[in-house]
């Protein structure tokens, strides 16, 4: 066994603490990843059983892509959450249900994975700093805090059904982020999720019909949920309003993963940026979601809750990861455990929400902080302010800027025109003096994968 910076043992092969042990490391990571990752579904109509068999199976890609040497693991971004929901609105003004809305907003998922090959093929060509010129703090910061923002109104809207249960949900992720040890600190969302929901089943607020009618064992994805089903006569304006508004949010989800690759590094001590390389993971990273995009699972990321479990446990074996990636794939075949969270309380759903969005705003504010971004220069203020006022007031002002392109209707979320008017004024006003890597503390802070980070940003050896 090697040490790690901390002079605790760290443990690279797994192997030796034996097969049971394993397997049980194998259950607390799919455990740390599993509250955040099936509430994108529970948020956004998508199904659970999906959303679970593409984590694992994407997880797996991702390893294969990455040589088998990065201990990471894949599961829901909630950065896509507002753009599932712009689309539904899109779909719902032409008449068109959440069910029929949602597999054009995994087309443009879909292409939101395929802009993680450019970028890798880009940095893979030019090298990372000269390409991450285009997205420095001062683009990706505002981004992100707009994301959080943009979600509070459903948040709210969620937490009306029943104020106590939200606000119990909301107490328990508190106490345990803040006061919890072990375990406990690492799945507070999960918790969270299981103590409003139990105390609503005790008061009779919970349906429980779908769940006893539900099978044990079933396929975990539906042909008429995923893309394929609308391929064959597509609404072309609503397809082309997926894609123009969920494409630049993997801007910022792209930020993420490069953020969260020096964490793990920095975790494991390793140089994954290096070996295998960045534009191996960001190819693993985009083609895990553009695969689950298609049969109607979330976009996958990589999890910062995994790399805490790595920095807790200090076994930095991807073998482990493998494992509970396979016991993901296991669940997603029992549509009883899916009709489960589907009965999940919208009150709880939103005291979760809160937390959760206000979390991913908070993130943002902390890459600008982070990375001292100059606000005193007007050249930063104003990029920084057209990203927040366009993406909020857009969101709660009309709800899209709309425009016609031949014979289809085009439709640009708030976040969607926030994201290009400041990628666009970042590259013509003068004055990017950003240079990625330089801080890496401040380039490893992005994390929207629904969880702040409980881990160290140490420099890899």
Request: with cysteine.
């Amino acid at each position: 066994m090697a040490k790690d910076s901390t002079n605790q043992k760290a443990i690279y092969d797994a192997r030796k603490l034996g097969r049971s042990r394993m397997l049980l490391l194998g259950f607390q990571h799919m455990f740390a990843m599993f509250g955040a990752t099936v509430l994108v579904p529970a948020l956004t109509g998508l199904s659970v059983s999906a959303t679970l068999l593409f984590a694992g199976l994407g997880t797996l890609l991702f390893h294969f892509i990455t040589k088998m040497k990065v201990p990471a693991f894949l599961g829901s971004s909630f950065a896509f959450i507002g753009g599932y929901a712009a689309v539904v609105a899109t779909g719902a003004a032409n008449g068109l249900d959440q069910s029929a809305s949602l597999p054009y907003a995994c087309i443009g998922v879909f292409f939101a994975g395929l802009l993680y090959f450019v970028l890798a093929g880009l940095i893979r060509a030019f090298g990372v700093k000269k390409v991450m010129r285009f997205f420095p703090p001062v683009v990706t910061g505002p981004i992100i805090i707009a994301i959080g923002l943009t979600l509070s109104g459903s948040a709210i809207n969620n937490c009306t059904s029943n104020w106590l249960i939200a606000l119990l949900a909301v107490a328990i992720i508190v106490v345990c982020n803040i006061w919890g040890r072990g375990m406990v600190r690492i799945v507070p969302v999960l918790l969270g999720v299981i103590g409003s929901y139990t105390i609503s089943a005790c008061f009779g607020l919970v349906d429980f019909s779908n769940v006893h009618s539900s099978a044990w064992i079933g396929l975990p994805f539906k042909m008429e949920n995923t893309v394929f089903s609308v391929l064959g006569n597509p609404n072309v304006g609503i397809m082309i309003t997926a894609i123009i508004t969920i494409l630049p949010i993997s801007l910022a989800t792209m930020i993420e993963h490069i953020g969260d690759m020096c964490a793990i590094s920095s975790t494991t001590g390793k140089n994954y940026l290096e070996d295998p390389g960045l534009h191996r993971t960001l190819l693993g990273d985009g083609l895990a979601t553009s695969i689950a995009s298609l049969f109607g699972a979330p976009a996958n990321t990589t999890y910062g809750e995994n790399t805490g479990v790595l920095n807790l446990t200090k076994v930095f074996d991807p073998r482990v990861i493998r494992i509970a990636a396979v016991l993901a794939v296991v669940f997603s075949f029992c549509p009883k455990f899916a009709a489960v969270v589907s009965a999940m309380p919208a009150a709880t759903i939103g005291g979760v929400s809160l937390v959760l969005y206000g979390m991913i705003s908070a993130v943002g504010v902390r890459n600008l902080v982070e990375n001292k971004v100059d606000l005193t220069s007007s050249r930063n203020l104003i990029i920084s302010a057209l990203i927040l006022v366009l993406a909020i007031g857009i969101n709660y002002g009309p709800g899209s800027i709309s425009f016609t392109i031949g014979t289809a209707n085009i439709a640009l979320s708030g976040l969607a025109t926030a994201a290009l008017v400041g990628i666009l004024l970042n590259a013509f006003l003068p004055g990017n003096t950003y240079e990625f890597g330089v801080n890496k503390s401040g380039d490893s802070t992005v994390d929207l994968g629904g969880n702040d980070r409980k881990y160290d940003n140490r420099e890899s050896n």
